[in-house]
């Protein structure tokens, strides 16, 4: 199937730079000792085979794995237009799991930055293709407003260095749903949790800062931030935090 690209609708703005004042304590997440993995769904409400994806990656517990629900653009033309489409989100898609030729489809699920095939035993491995990677440090800060203000402090392990290491930012949503009117799921109702709405990156470690504009439909409430580091040649993601956005309300 051919990938055509529009103009993203997100609205996402990234600035880089520093922020300064103080941060709201109850912000400031950081990475557990353990490697934290992030499991990637990219998906389409114009995806016949797509829905049982989402449902899921309902399931995923924030204490078993960060989810993210990247949806692409390129089934649009199929006769329905899905809300929370980008197509920087299905450019990511292509340069995560598209290298060396190989076909992008949905829905398809990314492990730790490497494709996952075996996802819909709905068994997360123990072992992933991370886990001989270093595990840095993690330090996310939060403070809360649209666009939200970020900054992520790293601590690489022994084996990395900021040359190959980079880091990116997200704002998902969860209970999110969609009356589909035309294409493959005309008539369905479906539901979405970690729908990433908002993104940003890749940021040089040294200057992992940033402010991410949302779309003001966003529920607080149900929105978290996550942050993660990822090599840029092997795509391979070493360490994760998230954060409720909720809980960094201003006191």
């Given at each position: 199937?051919?990938?055509?690209?529009?103009?993203?609708?997100?609205?996402?703005?990234?600035?880089?730079?520093?922020?300064?004042?103080?941060?709201?304590?109850?912000?400031?997440?950081?990475?557990?000792?353990?490697?934290?993995?992030?499991?990637?769904?990219?998906?389409?409400?114009?995806?016949?085979?797509?829905?049982?994806?989402?449902?899921?990656?309902?399931?995923?517990?924030?204490?078993?794995?960060?989810?993210?629900?990247?949806?692409?653009?390129?089934?649009?033309?199929?006769?329905?237009?899905?809300?929370?489409?980008?197509?920087?989100?299905?450019?990511?898609?292509?340069?995560?799991?598209?290298?060396?030729?190989?076909?992008?489809?949905?829905?398809?699920?990314?492990?730790?930055?490497?494709?996952?095939?075996g996802w819909s035993s709905g068994k997360v491995p123990k072992t992933d293709p991370a886990a001989s990677v270093s595990i840095p440090s993690l330090s996310l800060q939060v403070e809360p407003g649209n666009p939200v203000q970020l900054t992520l402090q790293?601590?690489?392990?022994?084996?990395?260095?900021?040359?190959?290491?980079?880091?990116?930012?997200?704002?998902?949503?969860?209970?999110?749903?969609?009356?589909?009117?035309?294409?493959?799921?005309?008539?369905?109702?479906?539901?979405?949790?970690?729908?990433?709405?908002?993104?940003?990156?890749?940021?040089?470690?040294?200057?992992?800062?940033?402010?991410?504009?949302?779309?003001?439909?966003?529920?607080?409430?149900?929105?978290?931030?996550?942050?993660?580091?990822?090599?840029?040649?092997?795509?391979?993601?070493?360490?994760?935090?998230?954060?409720?956005?909720?809980?960094?309300?201003?006191?």
């Amino acid at each position: 199937m051919a990938i055509r690209y529009h103009k993203t609708r997100l609205g996402l703005m990234i600035y880089m730079s520093f922020f300064a004042g103080a941060v709201n304590a109850a912000c400031v997440a950081q990475s557990p000792e353990a490697q934290q993995k992030v499991i990637e769904l990219y998906t389409s409400e114009g995806c016949s085979s797509c829905p049982p994806a989402d449902h899921w990656m309902s399931l995923i517990k924030p204490q078993a794995a960060i989810a993210l629900a990247f949806h692409v653009d390129y089934w649009d033309s199929s006769g329905w237009r899905d809300r929370f489409d980008s197509p920087r989100y299905t450019a990511r898609q292509r340069d995560l799991l598209g290298r060396n030729g190989q076909t992008i489809y949905t829905p398809e699920v990314a492990l730790n930055g490497k494709e996952w095939q075996g996802w819909s035993s709905g068994k997360v491995p123990k072992t992933d293709p991370a886990a001989s990677v270093s595990i840095p440090s993690l330090s996310l800060q939060v403070e809360p407003g649209n666009p939200v203000q970020l900054t992520l402090q790293t601590q690489l392990g022994t084996n990395q260095n900021d040359k190959t290491w980079r880091a990116y930012f997200a704002i998902t949503e969860d209970d999110l749903h969609t009356a589909v009117k035309a294409g493959e799921n005309r008539g369905k109702e479906l539901k979405h949790d970690h729908v990433v709405r908002a993104f940003g990156g890749p940021y040089a470690l040294d200057k992992a800062s940033a402010k991410l504009d949302f779309p003001a439909n966003v529920s607080v409430q149900n929105a978290t931030v996550v942050a993660f580091v990822q090599n840029t040649e092997t795509g391979v993601i070493a360490q994760a935090v998230q954060q409720p956005l909720q809980s960094c309300a201003v006191n």
